[in-house]
């Protein structure tokens, strides 16, 4: 009867018993978070991202003639901005599918740290084709230089793969929640360091681009020049094509920029104090670049596009041999 007493006393306080009715029931795991348009987002995004630069990988690997420095690029470009896919559709996995842990969280970054990491660095090397096809356009695109690619671009994956693996070796904030930076639980001296490597290959990656429009002018004006002792029928590049790649250069530019450089800014500047709405503002940004580089970049190649159309439509298009040209990317 005491033992009753003391067990309804504790049921009616509200209190939970020493020894619970059902062990099973207290020892349960938490419950997922509940899902959120962010959720959602995220998980979408994510599979979009994935899907398209599969295709595009999928595309150029499954393509002999595919094979230029500048294709090897794209692959490279479109399996890191793959690999930013997989890792949104995990962390969602995690957060919202699965009992979160310490591990999904390094692995979640680590695998975002390198794709983040190779998909930059990609286009700093789709900048720099571009300008060794213009300003090298006779020795450009043999088999030495698809060689120095090929290792260029292993360099750049065993460079990436050491700095995602940097979490997971023990640079992370878990257990000191004072070290964190505004992307948890990546220490604030580690992203300082990435952000500045990434300031770093925007930098070098505009000066590129200012090279490549120093060289175009070169070209016009040597084209301007034998219009002068050339007939007057041979064709020349139109004023309006000429705006027209100037504009696609603005755009790519812009796009570059915009999604880059707020995140790498902020990385700098922001602490684990700082309000995490504008961490997602500018993370969001980086990572939809992966959404939008298999647009600006693969998808704009005449023989990607070839390829793919033969492949929907194979009675329609006729699949032939045609020579690519690296500045049209």
Known sequence: PLWGARFLFLCSSGLEPFFPLDPQESFSPPEAPPLTVWGVALCVSGTLIATENAIVVTTILATPSLRAPVFLLLASLGLADLLAGVALILHFLFRYCVKPNDWSELLTSGLLVTSLTTSLCSLMGVALDRYLSLSHALTYGSGQSRRRAATLLLLVWLGACVIGAGPAMGWHCLEDPNSCSVARPLTRTYLSLLCGGFLMVVIVTLQLYAGICRVA?????????????????????????????????????????????????????????????????????????????????????????????????????????????????
């Open 217 to 329: 002018r070169r070209h016009a004006h040597a084209i301007a020049t034998q219009r002068h002792f050339l007939p007057t029928n041979q064709p020349y590049p139109s004023r309006h094509s000429s705006g027209k790649g100037f504009s696609r250069l603005i755009l790519v530019l812009s796009v570059f920029v915009g999604c880059w450089m707020p995140f790498s800014l902020w990385g700098l500047l922001g602490d684990a104090s700082s309000p995490p709405l504008y961490t997602y503002a500018t993370l969001v940004p980086a990572a939809g670049s992966s959404l939008l580089n298999p647009i600006l970049y693969s998808l704009r190649n005449k023989d990607i596009r070839k390829v793919l159309l033969h492949a929907c439509c194979p009675h329609r298009f006729s699949h032939s041999t045609q020579t690519h040209y690296p500045v049209d990317v």
